[in-house]
């Protein structure tokens, strides 16, 4: 765990609930798309990228998303979701997702999504302000150092 926390200092606990599980006894694949996004809002939020968005109209959007399960994760569980980011360009960025499970000591599931700015006002995409590439800069890697 602590390797998996010093590759991903940027993380999320979320303790798996019994409802979240389908009839195979497994967490549906469809809630890891939840996890991830609780996962992209406390990024935010961790690195006060939020509250740079919220000053403005802009804001960011998911233009695709993409999960890829290793290991099935049942009840009692707690994943550490590790996130970065990749790929920054003008309008857009790419978030990655790891899924760690304490149960199992195990990277269970990852996953990404294209994150696209979006002007709420225009209904247009926008241009990252320089403020936010900043902040994206300083916890950019390579998608493969995931």
């Given at each position: 765990m602590d390797d998996f926390i010093a590759r991903y200092p940027i993380h999320t606990q979320i303790t798996v609930a019994w409802g979240e599980m389908d009839a195979l006894k497994?967490?549906?694949?469809?809630?890891?798309?939840r996890y991830f996004e609780t996962a992209r809002i406390d990024y935010l939020i961790q690195t006060e990228l939020m509250s740079l968005l919220q000053s403005g109209?802009?804001?960011?959007?998911?233009?695709?998303?993409?999960?890829?399960?290793?290991?099935?994760?049942?009840?009692?569980?707690?994943?550490?979701?590790?996130?970065?980011?990749?790929?920054?360009?003008?309008d857009r960025f790419m978030m990655h997702y790891?899924?760690?499970?304490?149960?199992?000591?195990?990277v269970t599931t990852t996953g990404s999504a294209?994150?696209?700015?979006f002007d709420f006002s225009t209904g247009k995409k926008a241009e990252l302000p320089d403020a936010v590439i900043a902040v994206l800069q300083q916890h950019c890697r390579d998608s493969a150092d995931a």
């Open positions: 497994h967490v549906n694949n469809v809630v890891y798309f109209n802009i804001g960011p959007v998911i233009s695709e998303n993409q999960a890829r399960y290793k290991r099935p994760v049942t009840f009692p569980d707690t994943l550490t979701i590790g996130t970065h980011i990749s790929d920054i360009q003008a790891t899924a760690f499970s304490q149960a199992q000591q195990a294209q994150v696209v700015m």
